[in-house]
Protein backbone atom coordinates (compact mmCIF):
# COMPACT_ATOMS: atom_id res chain seq x y z
CA UNK A 1 0.00 0.00 0.00
CA UNK A 2 1.19 3.15 -1.17
CA UNK A 3 -0.78 5.99 0.98
CA UNK A 4 -2.19 7.58 -1.88
CA UNK A 5 -5.83 6.91 -2.54
CA UNK A 6 -7.56 7.37 -5.41
CA UNK A 7 -10.93 7.69 -6.39
CA UNK A 8 -12.90 6.85 -8.29
CA UNK A 9 -11.37 3.14 -9.20
CA UNK A 10 -13.06 3.13 -12.41
CA UNK A 11 -15.41 5.82 -14.42
CA UNK A 12 -17.33 5.58 -17.40
CA UNK A 13 -18.82 8.60 -19.21
CA UNK A 14 -20.05 10.03 -22.47
CA UNK A 15 -18.11 12.33 -25.28
CA UNK A 16 -18.63 15.74 -24.15
CA UNK A 17 -18.79 15.38 -20.05
CA UNK A 18 -16.87 16.29 -17.30
CA UNK A 19 -15.65 14.31 -14.77
CA UNK A 20 -13.95 14.59 -11.49
CA UNK A 21 -10.56 12.75 -10.09
CA UNK A 22 -9.85 12.98 -6.56
CA UNK A 23 -6.66 12.03 -5.18
CA UNK A 24 -5.36 11.87 -1.25
CA UNK A 25 -1.70 12.14 -1.23
CA UNK A 26 0.51 10.25 1.58
CA UNK A 27 0.26 11.30 4.50
CA UNK A 28 3.46 14.20 5.00
CA UNK A 29 3.76 14.67 1.51
CA UNK A 30 3.55 18.18 -0.20
CA UNK A 31 3.98 17.14 -3.65
CA UNK A 32 1.29 15.99 -5.50
CA UNK A 33 1.84 14.99 -9.82
CA UNK A 34 -0.57 13.05 -11.81
CA UNK A 35 0.05 11.32 -15.41
CA UNK A 36 -1.75 9.84 -18.32
CA UNK A 37 -1.42 6.23 -19.23
CA UNK A 38 -2.82 5.17 -22.38
CA UNK A 39 -2.71 1.59 -23.56
CA UNK A 40 0.78 0.32 -24.12
CA UNK A 41 2.61 3.75 -22.83
CA UNK A 42 4.46 5.16 -20.82
CA UNK A 43 3.25 7.83 -18.28
CA UNK A 44 2.68 11.36 -19.59
CA UNK A 45 2.91 13.90 -16.88
CA UNK A 46 0.15 16.57 -16.57
CA UNK A 47 0.56 18.67 -13.95
CA UNK A 48 2.57 18.99 -9.86
CA UNK A 49 2.15 20.92 -7.24
CA UNK A 50 3.29 21.52 -4.03
CA UNK A 51 1.71 22.68 -0.91
CA UNK A 52 -1.40 24.25 -2.99
CA UNK A 53 0.57 25.97 -5.65
CA UNK A 54 1.33 25.23 -9.25
CA UNK A 55 4.93 23.77 -9.75
CA UNK A 56 4.72 22.30 -13.13
CA UNK A 57 2.30 21.72 -16.11
CA UNK A 58 3.51 18.85 -18.81
CA UNK A 59 1.06 17.77 -21.53
CA UNK A 60 -2.09 18.89 -20.14
CA UNK A 61 -4.63 19.91 -22.53
CA UNK A 62 -6.73 23.43 -22.06
CA UNK A 63 -9.69 20.75 -21.25
CA UNK A 64 -8.10 19.65 -18.12
CA UNK A 65 -7.77 21.35 -14.56
CA UNK A 66 -6.68 20.55 -11.46
CA UNK A 67 -6.27 21.90 -8.31
CA UNK A 68 -4.49 20.98 -4.78
CA UNK A 69 -6.07 21.93 -1.61
CA UNK A 70 -5.39 23.22 1.96
CA UNK A 71 -5.49 19.92 3.49
CA UNK A 72 -3.64 18.56 0.19
CA UNK A 73 -5.74 16.42 -1.53
CA UNK A 74 -5.77 17.18 -4.91
CA UNK A 75 -8.56 16.89 -7.70
CA UNK A 76 -8.14 16.48 -11.52
CA UNK A 77 -11.26 18.24 -13.69
CA UNK A 78 -11.51 16.63 -16.70
CA UNK A 79 -14.14 18.88 -19.43
CA UNK A 80 -15.16 18.42 -22.93
CA UNK A 81 -14.62 14.47 -22.60
CA UNK A 82 -13.57 12.82 -26.25
CA UNK A 83 -12.61 9.19 -26.90
CA UNK A 84 -9.34 10.21 -26.92
CA UNK A 85 -9.39 10.73 -23.21
CA UNK A 86 -9.98 7.25 -22.16
CA UNK A 87 -7.14 6.34 -19.85
CA UNK A 88 -5.33 5.00 -16.58
CA UNK A 89 -5.19 8.44 -14.62
CA UNK A 90 -2.41 8.25 -11.92
CA UNK A 91 -1.88 10.31 -9.19
CA UNK A 92 1.50 10.37 -6.97
CA UNK A 93 2.99 12.13 -4.23
CA UNK A 94 6.12 13.02 -2.66
CA UNK A 95 8.10 14.11 -0.27
CA UNK A 96 10.50 17.42 -0.98
CA UNK A 97 14.10 16.52 -1.41
CA UNK A 98 16.42 15.80 -3.99
CA UNK A 99 16.12 12.11 -4.62
CA UNK A 100 12.88 11.85 -2.98
CA UNK A 101 10.98 8.55 -5.18
CA UNK A 102 7.34 9.27 -6.45
CA UNK A 103 4.14 7.10 -4.73
CA UNK A 104 1.95 6.42 -6.68
CA UNK A 105 -2.23 5.49 -6.15
CA UNK A 106 -3.89 2.68 -8.02
CA UNK A 107 -5.52 5.01 -10.83
CA UNK A 108 -8.59 5.84 -12.04
CA UNK A 109 -9.65 4.21 -15.36
CA UNK A 110 -11.50 6.26 -17.25
CA UNK A 111 -13.87 5.33 -20.06
CA UNK A 112 -15.39 7.91 -22.28
CA UNK A 113 -17.94 6.23 -24.64
CA UNK B 1 11.23 18.29 -22.96
CA UNK B 2 13.45 15.65 -21.36
CA UNK B 3 13.12 12.83 -23.27
CA UNK B 4 14.44 9.19 -22.24
CA UNK B 5 14.06 6.42 -24.60
CA UNK B 6 14.15 2.90 -23.18
CA UNK B 7 14.56 -0.40 -25.63
CA UNK B 8 13.45 -2.70 -25.99
CA UNK B 9 9.67 -1.99 -25.79
CA UNK B 10 8.69 -5.41 -25.63
CA UNK B 11 10.81 -8.51 -24.53
CA UNK B 12 9.12 -12.05 -23.87
CA UNK B 13 11.61 -14.74 -22.61
CA UNK B 14 11.94 -18.10 -20.91
CA UNK B 15 12.22 -18.42 -17.05
CA UNK B 16 15.87 -18.88 -15.99
CA UNK B 17 16.94 -15.95 -18.92
CA UNK B 18 18.95 -12.63 -18.31
CA UNK B 19 18.16 -9.77 -19.50
CA UNK B 20 18.90 -6.26 -20.26
CA UNK B 21 16.51 -3.27 -19.83
CA UNK B 22 18.30 0.42 -21.58
CA UNK B 23 17.33 3.64 -20.70
CA UNK B 24 19.04 6.26 -22.74
CA UNK B 25 18.69 10.17 -23.22
CA UNK B 26 20.77 13.18 -23.99
CA UNK B 27 20.35 14.60 -20.83
CA UNK B 28 21.79 14.69 -17.50
CA UNK B 29 20.10 13.81 -14.46
CA UNK B 30 20.35 14.62 -10.80
CA UNK B 31 19.36 10.97 -10.31
CA UNK B 32 17.71 8.33 -12.03
CA UNK B 33 14.83 5.91 -10.70
CA UNK B 34 13.62 3.07 -11.76
CA UNK B 35 9.86 1.63 -11.66
CA UNK B 36 7.97 -1.91 -12.11
CA UNK B 37 4.26 -1.01 -12.99
CA UNK B 38 1.67 -5.06 -12.64
CA UNK B 39 -1.36 -4.91 -14.02
CA UNK B 40 -4.13 -2.70 -12.73
CA UNK B 41 -1.82 -1.01 -10.42
CA UNK B 42 0.34 2.05 -9.93
CA UNK B 43 4.63 2.03 -10.21
CA UNK B 44 6.45 1.04 -7.45
CA UNK B 45 10.01 2.37 -7.14
CA UNK B 46 12.44 -0.18 -7.55
CA UNK B 47 15.53 1.59 -7.06
CA UNK B 48 17.30 5.39 -6.99
CA UNK B 49 20.75 5.81 -8.53
CA UNK B 50 22.76 9.12 -7.83
CA UNK B 51 26.30 9.16 -8.35
CA UNK B 52 27.61 8.70 -11.88
CA UNK B 53 28.57 4.87 -13.08
CA UNK B 54 26.93 3.69 -9.28
CA UNK B 55 26.22 0.59 -9.18
CA UNK B 56 23.28 -1.05 -7.19
CA UNK B 57 21.65 -4.39 -6.74
CA UNK B 58 18.14 -6.06 -5.84
CA UNK B 59 18.71 -9.93 -5.69
CA UNK B 60 18.38 -10.91 -8.93
CA UNK B 61 18.29 -6.72 -10.53
CA UNK B 62 21.55 -4.90 -11.59
CA UNK B 63 21.01 -1.64 -12.13
CA UNK B 64 23.64 0.82 -13.42
CA UNK B 65 23.54 4.68 -14.02
CA UNK B 66 25.77 5.57 -16.61
CA UNK B 67 29.38 7.52 -15.57
CA UNK B 68 28.12 10.97 -17.33
CA UNK B 69 24.41 10.75 -15.82
CA UNK B 70 23.18 10.48 -18.70
CA UNK B 71 21.69 6.95 -19.66
CA UNK B 72 21.26 4.00 -16.86
CA UNK B 73 20.62 -0.20 -17.29
CA UNK B 74 18.76 -2.46 -15.82
CA UNK B 75 19.60 -6.15 -15.72
CA UNK B 76 17.55 -9.35 -14.73
CA UNK B 77 19.60 -12.78 -14.07
CA UNK B 78 17.60 -15.89 -14.38
CA UNK B 79 14.56 -13.95 -14.94
CA UNK B 80 11.71 -15.44 -12.83
CA UNK B 81 7.43 -15.35 -13.92
CA UNK B 82 6.72 -12.75 -10.89
CA UNK B 83 9.39 -10.10 -12.62
CA UNK B 84 6.75 -10.04 -15.30
CA UNK B 85 5.39 -6.11 -15.88
CA UNK B 86 6.31 -3.13 -17.26
CA UNK B 87 9.61 -1.61 -16.17
CA UNK B 88 9.95 2.58 -16.08
CA UNK B 89 13.08 4.23 -15.91
CA UNK B 90 12.61 8.11 -14.82
CA UNK B 91 15.39 10.85 -14.78
CA UNK B 92 14.59 13.60 -11.83
CA UNK B 93 16.15 17.36 -11.65
CA UNK B 94 16.71 19.41 -8.62
CA UNK B 95 13.41 21.07 -9.86
CA UNK B 96 12.08 17.58 -7.91
CA UNK B 97 10.15 16.64 -11.43
CA UNK B 98 10.32 13.60 -12.76
CA UNK B 99 11.22 12.59 -16.64
CA UNK B 100 9.15 9.02 -17.44
CA UNK B 101 10.85 7.16 -20.06
CA UNK B 102 9.01 4.86 -22.60
CA UNK B 103 8.63 1.66 -20.72
CA UNK B 104 9.51 -1.76 -21.29
CA UNK B 105 7.04 -4.54 -20.73
CA UNK B 106 8.66 -7.75 -19.74
CA UNK B 107 6.70 -11.26 -19.99
CA UNK B 108 8.51 -14.10 -18.75
CA UNK B 109 6.99 -17.16 -19.74
CA UNK B 110 7.51 -20.24 -17.37
Known amino acids: DSGVTQTPKHLITATGQRVTLRCSPR?????VYWYQQSLDQGLQFLIQ???????AKGNILERFSAQQFPDLHSELNLSSLELGDSALYFCASSQRGAYSPLHFGNGTRLTVT | TQLLEQSPQFLSIQEGENLTVYCNSS?????LQWYRQEPGEGPVLLVTVVTGGEVKKLKRLTFQFGDARKDSSLHITAAQPGDTGLYLC??????????FGTGTSLTVIP
Open chain 1, 27 to 31: SGDLS
Open chain 2, 27 to 31: SVFSS
Open chain 1, 49 to 55: YYNGEER
Open chain 2, 90 to 99: AGTNTGNQFY
